[in-house]
């Protein structure tokens, strides 16, 4: 947590104290899809601001949480995000305009431990509140701000690592869809820029200077693009590498404070990059086991290894003790329902007097899901039709001109698709759709 030392004002009262504890109470019970609302409404006594932007890679699915004005949220880009995250060292806050949303904008930014982003559009200070008095900044940033932030990031962290099988689902269905629409976008403009690349340098045209000023200009948006697709694809992978080695940063303290040898058998370095749902829930599993392990008498050793067969992650943790960890109990059920909502397999061998061995399978790819036909589904014709425009990736502006209805016709036509499918979001729908050949 941010230190407090020497607050320049805070709250003397107990009744004055009420809602700034209402509020650390309310950030710290949040579920990730409120994260963002309500750091947003907790900051806003202290340093008011119209948008409220938190990046964040933890979240593979949707690394963006906004809240505020629609016309901000709405438009911000990672493009966007990754620009202001390079202005930034990890203990810095940075001030000043930026794109943001599409324009130009003010903005306050602020790192975290966790290697999460916040980005405040257009703050103001409050008149009186702590912090108003900071020097060395344009905008004061009032250390209850520096904590409710650093509490917010660290919630994210913990809601992630402990995420129940129906945000893995959602959040794997997320991130292919990301991966398939950015690719899509990708061919497009990537066709059209090399295109126009080979026109521009054709030795038909006289104009030298214009020729070459054009040349530059859209060979640099190809490498934009390219980029976005090169960045869009690591938030939703992460080198198997480097998520080994997040998990070794997560065990230190344990190794530090329990005695007990904790060793680490790297997986090869070319090894194929993991998904995020997959590192994720691969971290957990490992530490949950280690937990557990180290809950049992005569446990002085504990060894843990992952390889990668091309198609799966392969875990295995073992530990030296009497061989008395139990299949049953609680906290090993849990972490067996995480490996099955990955579609994976865990195995423990028990040996009486020389430990327990547990080996763990997670697939790379997401299940293929057997579901019934579209038939099944009954849909109406007009909502056959929405389903394959929303499969194709069309907005509901997009789908109510294709089709020549308003959009609230459109969002009708959702609702009831959403219901008929048991669907419980937009994405949710999609990959449902994709997975019977809807596109």
């Not at 907790?42 to 979240?59: G, K, N, Q, W």
């Not at 324009?103 to 257009?122: I, K, Q």
């Not at 040349?215 to 869009?232: G, H, Q, S």
């Not at 008395?324 to 329902?337: G, T, V, Y």
Request: glycine share 6%.
């Amino acid at each position: 947590m941010t230190e407090a030392t020497s607050p320049p004002s805070a709250p003397e009262t107990a009744e004055g104290l009420k809602p700034l504890l209402q509020a650390i109470a309310r950030l710290s019970a949040a579920p990730l899809s409120q994260i963002a609302q309500r750091l947003h409404q907790a900051t806003l006594p202290y340093l008011r601001s119209s948008a409220l932007v938190i990046f964040t890679e933890d979240c593979t699915g949707r690394p963006q949480k906004k809240s505020g004005d629609e016309a901000v949220i709405s438009q911000v880009s990672i493009a966007e995000l990754d620009a202001i995250r390079a202005t930034l060292s990890e203990s810095e806050t940075w001030h000043g305009r930026t794109p943001i949303g599409g324009r130009e904008r003010p903005v306050l930014a602020l790192p975290s431990p966790t290697n999460a982003l916040l980005v405040l559009v257009d703050p103001q200070p409050v008149a009186g509140e702590a912090g108003a008095g900071l020097s060395g900044q344009e905008v004061p940033v009032p250390w209850l701000v520096r904590y409710l932030w650093t509490l917010a990031a660290e919630r994210i962290r913990e809601k992630v690592a402990d995420a129940p099988p129906s945000y893995l689902i959602e959040s794997r269905a997320a991130s292919a869809e990301r991966v398939r629409v950015t690719a899509e976008l990708v061919d497009r403009h990537s066709t059209t820029l090399e295109t126009l690349l080979a026109a521009l340098r054709s030795p038909s045209l006289t104009d030298e200077v214009a020729r070459k000023s054009a040349t530059d200009v859209a060979a640099k948006a190809l490498v934009e693009l390219r980029t976005l697709n090169d960045r869009t694809t690591e938030l939703v992978e992460e080198p198997v590498a480097t998520a080994f080695q997040r998990l070794r940063e997560d065990l230190r303290p344990l190794m530090h404070f329990s005695g007990i040898d904790v060793q680490f058998i790297e997986p090869p370095v070319n090894g194929r990059a993991l998904p995020g749902e997959v590192a994720h829930a691969a971290r957990a599993i490992v530490r949950g086991l280690v937990l557990a392990m180290v809950e049992q008498p005569d446990v002085r050793r504990i060894r843990t290894q992952w390889d990668c067969d091309g198609e799966n992650l392969l875990i295995n943790v073992r530990d030296d003790g009497l061989g008395s960890l139990s299949a049953e109990a609680p906290s090993i059920a849990r972490l067996a329902q995480r490996v099955e909502v990955l579609d994976g397999r865990m195995t423990i061998d028990l040996m009486q007097g020389w430990g327990a061995d547990v080996a763990v399978t997670l697939p790379l790819d997401p299940p293929g899901r057997k579901l019934p036909d579209v038939a099944a589904w009954n849909l109406g014709d007009r909502e056959l039709e929405v389903l394959q425009l929303l499969a194709a990736g069309q907005r509901n502006r997009a789908i109510a001109a294709k089709l020549h209805v308003s959009e609230n016709t459109v969002k009708f036509h959702l609702r009831n698709i959403y219901r008929k499918l048991g669907a419980t979001s937009r994405t949710e729908a999609i990959a449902l759709a994709h997975s019977n050949g809807l596109r």
